[in-house]
């Protein structure tokens, strides 16, 4: 069973980075469709992520937390929503070292009240899932949907579970339900504790790049665009019920990933740093992508373009960063960073 256009989304995390920007590019899209971000607002949750759109009757904001019931619920039944986008979760892997439970709280138990949800109302849910979810893959090999799912750390766990939660639901129950599986993403207004836009603001600031370990992991560096346009696909093309991947199936190492950011700069090859691994580190993901294209979704972007093209923008949006940069987010980056970065090496 394939699907007919959704006329009114909750969009949950809409206020992150991947959320933003499919907003964004759904509005534009279709323009006679309503969108509801639902968010949290937590640290990556930042509501000028949509500056230039709030004045848009088309568009309003419910601050709540997915793991709320009855706020969700509230939600889908005041704005007559017949689908479910979510993007909400914790999101970056270094915090889920730190800080695990809190993955558990809204990438699962979220994931499972958002499906009661949509289970009780009857409405279709779509699931923003992650190629973590198939663990770190050997060079021979790139992920397809049907893959065991091997996660190796508290977000890819989280998000594994979640993952598994929606496809069980689609089973026992019978909700309509599609999931995609993105690649590494980078474009604007992504939160810079995620190494293209950390690595990019550190570089414009003329301080050190942290690279983990060798640097020589490998991950597909997709432009967020190419992600929204796959979910848009899916939305609209899509077999209710399936896994789809979302990415360009290239991948580069992490070193080749600096040397474009500091190219599209104009900085030092100095400024990058090598640093105590992270625990744990995922060394290549990798994943097909023919069962979206079969769909008629092609990416748009190259990864070196992609990262190109990211690491500019950071340096043409201060007034995004810079606030950030200088508040609780140094608290994060110090606990992170300085043991490592006072015994890095060349
Ligand atoms: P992000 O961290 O930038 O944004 C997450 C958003 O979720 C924020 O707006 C935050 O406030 C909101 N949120 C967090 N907890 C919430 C809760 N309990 N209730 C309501 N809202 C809550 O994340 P992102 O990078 O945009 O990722 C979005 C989704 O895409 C996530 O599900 C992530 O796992 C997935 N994903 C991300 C990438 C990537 O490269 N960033 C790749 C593949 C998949
Ligand atoms: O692959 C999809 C995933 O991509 C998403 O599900 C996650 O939400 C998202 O955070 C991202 O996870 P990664 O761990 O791959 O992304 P991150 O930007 O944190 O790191 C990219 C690579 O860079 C990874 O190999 C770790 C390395 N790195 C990262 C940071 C923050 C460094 O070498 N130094 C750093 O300081």
Redesign the pocket.
């Known amino acids: 069973m394939t699907t007919s256009t959704p006329k009114n989304l909750l969009v949950?995390?809409?206020?992150?980075?991947?959320?933003?920007n499919f907003v964004r590019y759904w509005l534009a899209q279709h323009t006679d469709s309503n969108v509801v971000v639902?968010?949290?607002?937590?640290?990556?949750?930042?509501k000028e992520n949509l500056h230039d759109l709030w004045e848009s009757p088309l568009l309003s904001l419910v601050v709540?937390?997915?793991?709320d019931m009855d706020a969700v619920r509230a939600a889908c039944q005041n704005n007559n929503i017949d689908l479910i986008v979510?993007?909400?979760?914790?999101?970056?892997v270094d915090q889920s070292i730190l800080g695990p439970l809190v993955f558990t709280?809204?990438?699962v138990r979220?994931t499972h009240v958002l499906l009661e949800v949509a289970r009780e109302l009857g409405i279709r849910l779509h699931h923003?899932?992650?190629?973590?979810v198939y663990g770190h893959i050997k060079d021979d090999h790139q992920s397809v949907e049907t893959d065991e799912l091997a996660p190796r750390s508290p977000?890819a766990a989280s998000?594994a579970a979640a993952d598994q939660l929606v496809q069980a639901y689609a089973i026992t129950y019978g909700i309509p339900v599609t999931i995609t599986?993105?690649?590494?993403?980078?474009g604007p207004y992504?939160?810079p504790e995620?190494a293209v836009p950390l690595f990019s603001t550190n570089a414009i600031l003329g301080e050190p790049l942290p690279v983990y370990g060798d640097g020589m992991q490998m991950r597909d560096y997709a432009h967020v665009y190419d992600?929204c346009t796959g979910i848009e696909t899916v939305l609209l093309k899509g077999e209710i019920g399936q896994v789809y991947n979302v990415g360009t199936g290239r991948e580069m190492t992490n070193l080749e990933m600096v040397d474009i950011v500091l190219d599209a700069l104009g900085k030092d090859h100095s400024l990058v740093k090598h640093v105590t691994d992270r625990p744990g580190h995922d060394r290549r993901y990798s994943m097909n992508v023919d069962k979206l294209k079969a769909l008629g979704w092609e990416p748009k972007y190259d990864p070196k373009q992609a990262v190109a093209e990211a690491a500019r923008w950071y340096a043409e949006n201060r007034w995004w960063w810079e606030p950030i940069r200088s508040g609780e987010f140094r608290e994060y980056y110090n606990k992170q960073y300085a043991e490592r970065l006072a015994g890095a090496t060349k």
């Open positions: 949950t995390g809409g206020c992150g980075f991947i959320g933003s639902f968010d949290k607002l937590t640290y990556a949750g930042r709540g937390d997915i793991g979510n993007f909400a979760a914790e999101t970056h709280d809204t990438n979220g923003i899932s992650t190629d973590e977000y998000k599986r993105g690649a590494n993403n980078v992504q939160y995620k992600h």
